[in-house]
């Protein structure tokens, strides 16, 4: 079974700041997919990144980009120039990559971005 | 439809009542997926659909859980004799394929009293 840790409950930064979210997972597979989910108030998932693990290179997406460490099961995620429409909860979630339906998330960060 | 629709938003129920929730994915999607969210928690896995193959029903709690997909399209995900501890908001994604490009609706509030 997979496990996905997230230490961090809540996290608060300035607008136009970056703020860093940690993730770190546990698992014996070697070929895997990580992502990271938005869900604000609406409850809706937001795919915001994703990351294949015999990928070396970080997934990047516009103001979002991942800091991947295969060997320390690490995935941060790092938002760049904050907003205040990033304001969610974050979640941190993988997958095997032969049964990808099955997504285990950790427990969220709930980023709050400040005028 | 554009999205993933999900009814009703909110649900709130007495102990005991069976409750019926469902998902209307999006239109040519094959998979399908129930997750639930506890208070303050990430989501836990309950039920697959793909296509015409039996469902993977490995998260589902307990007995008193069931789902099914009628034609290929809706799902719905049925409790019976609700417990307070089935208190969460249950969501649904589909997918074109397996596990790719996920799309998630806004879930449904279960509220047991």
């Known amino acids: 079974a997979q496990t996905v840790t997230q230490s961090q409950p809540e996290m608060s930064v300035q607008e136009a700041e970056t703020v860093t979210l940690s993730c770190t997972y546990d698992?014996?597979?070697?070929?895997?997919?990580l992502f990271w989910y938005k869900q604000p108030p609406s409850r809706q998932m937001i795919l915001v990144i994703r990351?294949?693990?015999?990928?070396?290179q970080n997934a990047t997406e516009n103001r979002f980009s991942v800091n991947f460490q295969k060997a320390a099961k690490s995935f941060s995620l790092k938002i760049s120039d904050s907003q205040l429409g990033d304001t969610a909860m974050y979640f941190c979630a993988f997958s095997p990559y032969n049964n990808d339906y099955k997504l285990s998330f950790g427990a969220g960060t709930t980023v709050t971005v400040r005028a | 439809g554009a999205g993933v629709s999900q009814s009703p938003s909110n649900k709130v129920t007495e102990k005991g009542k069976d409750v019926e929730l469902r998902c209307d994915p999006i239109s040519g999607h094959t998979a399908l997926y129930w997750y639930r969210q506890s208070l303050g928690q990430g989501l836990e896995f309950l039920i697959y659909?793909?296509?015409?193959?039996?469902?993977?029903k490995s998260g589902l709690p307990s007995d008193r859980f069931s789902a099914e997909r009628t034609g290929g399209s809706v799902s719905t995900l049925t409790i019976q004799r609700t417990q307070q501890e089935d208190s969460a908001v249950y969501l649904c994604?589909?997918?074109?394929?397996?596990?790719?490009?996920?799309?998630f609706g806004s879930g449904t509030r279960l509220t047991v009293v």
């Open positions: 990351q294949e693990a015999y990928k070396q």
């Open positions: 994604a589909s997918s074109p394929s397996q596990g790719y490009g996920y799309t």
């Open positions: 659909f793909q296509g015409n193959s039996a469902p993977d």
């Open positions: 698992t014996s597979e070697n070929n895997y997919y």
